[in-house]
């Protein structure tokens, strides 16, 4: 192809230049998303965007003219396909599969505004199952596959094989976990987690067992408050833990 015809090809993927009155909130070109995103994403170019629209991670609007219209959330989700690709290593199947899932954030969204309305005052008390599989993933937000992968890792465990079998902090924990998954820390990351809780609940239980067996009942209402509370203590404590960990990151 000569320079010519590249020109004119070129001209043709950018579209119509955007008037001098238009405003960052009205659809670019994508010869103006390369522009927008070049400089923290120096690689980037129209025909790696047309790439990933062909591998159907992208499906801006069109107008009369054919010309592609991205959006803000388009422009949103782009970002997040490069971000993806270039520090997580992610091909292009896995981050399709992740936004397919999740979506992309929106505005402002971080992962402590995404956990905000989760139940956060949870009580060591008994529950009951209220949910069958079908309704769990309603409740929680989450399909089928993503459930099945919370099971395997035993991130949640249903009491039995049919009928309701989950609980309400099943329906939170898979809400926590699709969060997390969004953020790229997937249920199989979270494995290890899942076997230190098993494991630190079986030290505060034997604590606890003594008063937990027994046949009083004032003294089992004591042995259910101590278990509680080294709940909360254990909770607390791992939080510290934790961010002070986090800190060295800083």
Request: glycine fraction near 6%.
């Amino acid at each position: 192809m000569d320079d010519a015809a590249k020109r004119t090809a070129s001209a043709d993927d950018a579209g119509p230049p955007a008037g001098p009155g238009s405003l960052n909130e009205s659809p670019l070109t994508i010869g103006q998303v390369v522009a927008q995103l070049q400089p923290e994403f120096p690689e980037l170019s129209i025909t790696k965007i047309r790439y990933l629209e062909d591998r159907g991670l992208l499906s801006p609007a069109r107008s009369k003219g054919r010309y592609r219209k991205y959006s803000t959330a388009d422009v949103r989700r782009l970002r997040t396909i490069l971000a993806l690709q270039r520090d997580d290593y992610l091909p292009l199947e896995v981050i399709r599969e992740r936004l397919d899932r999740l979506g992309p954030l929106g505005p402002g969204q971080t992962p402590a505004s995404l956990v905000a309305p989760l139940r956060s005052n949870a009580t060591l008390k008994k529950e009951e199952p209220s949910f069958t599989w079908a309704e769990l993933c309603q409740q929680a937000g989450v399909n089928d596959g993503f459930l099945r992968v919370l099971v395997e890792y035993r991130l949640i465990e249903p009491s039995a094989q049919s009928g309701r079998v989950f609980t309400e902090s099943d329906a939170e924990i898979a809400r926590i976990c699709q969060v997390l998954a969004r953020f790229g820390v997937e249920p199989r990351n979270l494995r290890l987690l899942s076997s230190s809780v098993e494991r630190e609940a079986a030290v505060l239980e034997q604590v606890a067992a003594p008063s937990l067996r027994s046949t009083h009942p004032d003294k089992r209402e004591y042995g259910e408050q101590v278990l509680g509370d080294l709940g909360a203590l254990y909770s607390q404590l791992m939080h510290f833990l934790l961010y002070r960990r986090l800190r060295g990151a800083l």
